[in-house]
């Protein structure tokens, strides 16, 4: 808007009415103010001084809904790079990411005008678990307000307390001077209830009813309870806004035994943890919510400077172990393990480019096996005859955790305009065209309109558009969830094996539980691949490699 003198103000003609309005009002998608009034006249003077006069290519993330703006991203495209511009306000500390997407600054590209490669900009990004972002995550103060495990904590943002404090002054003051009245119960209805003790009337939601019992979730306590009808009250409008507490899990953190559960004592241990520093501690966001709960990393203030993460207290305690970089072994034939260091398993063609000079975020090499004997489900055959092993416990779970995940981010989006061009060795998200499901992928060639990726969770190689893959990535602090293994005592009948007698052993290996038994070190193949060397055999006592053999497929290795 714009102030002028009125004598310079005149009836526009009639015939310029019929043209629609030259300029759209827009928002950027997926970034917030930094302050919950608003944002502030520096973020907007120099998000006017970043894009003034320059030529910026929009994509709509969100279409306008009744009064909304539409939702966008702003790039600006140069020669040698795209920029977001969302990002950048983020990066410059104008503005905060609300989803964990607008966070990839800057998105490299060849100096060649055709090229349709480039490298993901990012500094230190696998220590930002889940985000793509070259932005350090800011640490949050907030108190806890109840505990039922590591993998559900929930919170409350320590500037959020004087607003709460106002919405518990309203609700006791309303509904302690009106008188009784009926109200409506069915599950997912809201309702204002009357929890006893320093609780008082609070903010709910109904889950079940069961005769005259209602089991209710309290939005501003992190708790359920189950109280009866006559305790209830419904919840008028002027109470029906956003919850003040968040659930919330501690992201790359597993629970100690190989059970998959949280034991009460590792929860009593975490409660206790907490209560030494008065529930107070700062939060890391690690990644966007899934079914309800935020990945995030959390610190106690044990001195005036020092943050020290509680998930490491867990792990001093014995209670809990680190999703990744935890202590591995590699199986020898003679002996139950070797302590050794995890390398990452190279996907691409190798390189000599300096791995300390890439700028790309690069999934994180599976975790050795723990032991000599386990289950494992093959998922592929390659032309080298290796077999892609992904072990049935936890590998199996944390699979159906990844597709979740990354269907939540992508299921139903359109590809940005950085999302067109890719180079080798690059990782990526993709979706696969038999499931429409979203898959960790690494790009092994590029074509005009397709990328030939595979992808490493499973080990099969495919080709995929360009308009199905993305930049932005996610659960990348997760390993890659599958190994090759060779079979070790069998080889080919030539010099090498041939299609048919692989796609038997795929028919006849994959998607089964197989018993694994490894039977000498990993070896290293072409292109630095680590590949093991091992047993396979069906749960009825089958052996893969006698069955080759008895059928002409393959030779005994000790045969000349």
Not at 319 to 342: F, G, Q
Not at 534 to 557: M, S, W
């Amino acid at each position: 808007t714009e102030t002028t003198w009125d004598s310079d103000i005149h009836k526009i003609l009639d015939k310029f009415l019929t043209l629609p309005v030259m300029a759209t009002p827009v928002c950027l998608a997926g970034i917030g103010p930094l302050q919950k009034s608003g944002w502030e006249d520096q973020a907007t003077q120099v998000l006017v001084e970043k894009t003034r006069l320059k030529e910026l290519v929009m994509f709509v993330e969100e279409e306008n809904s009744g009064d909304e703006y539409c939702k966008v991203v702003l790039y600006e495209m140069l020669p040698d790079k795209d920029v977001c511009i969302n990002a950048w306000l983020v990066k410059e500390g104008h503005a905060v990411s609300l989803t964990g997407v607008c966070t990839t600054l800057e998105y490299q590209k060849e100096s060649q005008p055709l090229a349709v490669t480039s490298a993901v900009e990012g500094e230190n990004r696998q220590h930002i678990p889940g985000l793509s972002g070259d932005r350090k995550p800011e640490k949050v103060a907030c108190r806890v307000i109840s505990v039922q495990s590591p993998s559900s904590i929930f919170i409350r943002q320590v500037m959020d307390e004087e607003s709460f404090y106002h919405l518990n002054t309203g609700l006791q003051s309303h509904y302690n001077s009106r008188p009784a009245t009926n109200v409506k119960l069915s599950p997912g209805s809201m309702c204002a209830a009357y929890v006893a003790g320093k609780v008082g009337w609070a903010r709910a939601k109904v889950l079940s009813v069961k005769g005259k019992k209602v089991e209710l979730k309290l939005l501003d306590a992190g708790r359920n309870t189950t109280l009866p009808a006559e305790s209830l009250r419904p919840l008028v409008t002027k109470f029906r806004f956003r919850n003040f507490v968040e659930e919330v899990h501690l992201v790359n953190l597993l629970p100690a035994g190989g059970s998959g559960r949280w034991t009460r004592v590792a929860c009593e241990k975490l409660l206790e943890i907490l209560e030494q520093f008065d529930m107070m501690v700062y939060v890391e966001m690690a990644g966007k919510s899934l079914n309800g709960t935020a990945p995030v990393r959390m610190f106690v203030v044990a001195s005036d400077v020092d943050f020290v993460p509680v998930d490491e207290k867990l792990v001093q305690a014995g209670l809990a172990i680190p999703a990744v970089k935890r202590k591995t072994t590699v199986l020898e034939p003679s002996l139950n393990s070797i302590p050794v260091t995890p390398q990452p398993i190279p996907l691409t063609n190798a390189s000599t480019e300096d791995p300390d000079k890439s700028l790309s975020v690069k999934w994180i090499s599976p975790l050795p096996p723990s032991t000599q004997e386990f289950l494992a489900v093959p998922s592929h055959v390659d032309w080298e005859g290796n077999i892609f092993l992904c072990p049935l416990e936890p590998n199996q779970d944390i699979l159906r955790i990844i597709c979740n995940v990354l269907d939540s981010k992508y299921r139903g989006s359109s590809p940005r305009p950085v999302d067109r061009y890719w180079s080798v060795g690059q990782s990526a998200i993709s979706r696969w065209d038999l499931d429409g499901r979203w898959y960790r992928v690494v790009v092994l060639g590029v074509n005009f309109d397709e990328c030939t990726v595979q992808f490493v969770d499973y080990g099969t190689v495919e080709e995929c558009q360009m308009e199905v893959m993305r930049k932005d990535l996610f659960m990348t602090e997760v390993p890659v969830q599958c190994f090759p293994l060779q079979l070790g005592n069998v080889q080919p009948v030539g010099d090498k094996w041939e299609q048919s007698v692989l796609d038997f052993l795929h028919s006849t290996v994959v998607d089964q539980t197989l018993e694994v038994v490894i039977t000498s070190p990993m070896v290293t193949g072409e292109c630095g691949t680590k590949i093991y060397c091992g047993k396979l055999t069906t749960r009825a006592g089958l052996d893969i490699g006698q069955l080759l053999v008895r059928n002409g497929y393959a030779r005994a290795k000790h045969e000349n």
